[in-house]
């Protein structure tokens, strides 16, 4: 199953038997139709918090719904230290995770790494796992943009200062010890908040 984020509302994309205990609009896609025209409406009325699409091919359904759009992979980190505090963004009045485009030819675990040590300034991480991914969407120059970011748990053992990357809109980077991320998890993004609920 995909779950795709319209800021905080959602479209999932899966099997029949995935939809069976969703209460919202289920919509079965046939191949060759075109979506479009519904995440467009879905995207414009904000009545609903969410949409079930599904199909028989789940595959083919999610390349069909990502060519509706212009489609972006980015990649980040939830990087622990030794004290297990989590490592956290503050960037456009909303807490986030270190995380930016994948760039041409580059691995993305490679993306995640070097993306973490630009907007942080820590070097010598280790990738531990790789978590979900995370979907969402957003417009940008007149065009509706589709962002898979891949996530990974890393850990840090350095002790090196955090330095926010200012350029990028980075207005702090801050350790967050467990008792501190309440006030993290009431000012950030839906789908951020499925990366910091995973174990």
């Known amino acids: ?5 319209f800021k905080d509302r959602i479209i999932f994309l899966g099997d029949k038997s995935e939809s069976v205990n969703f209460e919202g609009m289920v919509y079965a896609w046939v191949e060759n139709e075109s979506l479009e025209g519904l995440i467009l409406q ?3 009325d904000e009545s609903k918090d969410a949409i079930f699409i599904v199909a028989e091919d789940l595959e083919q359904l999610y390349d069909h719904f990502a060519s509706c759009f212009k489609y972006i992979e980015a990649a980040g980190g939830k990087v622990f230290n030794f004290k297990q505090q989590i490592l956290a963004i503050y960037r456009l009045e909303k807490w986030d995770l270190p995380k930016g485009k994948v760039e041409k030819g580059e691995l993305v675990r490679e993306a995640a790494v070097r993306e973490v040590e630009e907007e942080c300034g820590i070097t010598d991480l280790k990738i531990e796992k790789e978590l979900n991914s995370t979907y969402h969407t957003y417009w940008m120059k007149g065009k509706h943009i589709l962002k898979r970011t ?7 053992l350095g002790s090196e200062n955090l330095v926010p990357q200012t350029e990028e809109d980075i ?4 350790w967050l010890s467990p008792d501190q991320l309440d006030e993290f998890k009431a000012n950030t993004y839906a789908s951020i908040l499925e990366v910091m609920n995973e174990a």
């Open 42 to 44: 879905f995207a414009e």
């Open 150 to 156: 891949y996530w990974y748990k890393m850990s840090y």
């Open 171 to 174: 207005q702090e980077a801050k």
């Open 1 to 5: 199953m995909y779950k795709v984020f």
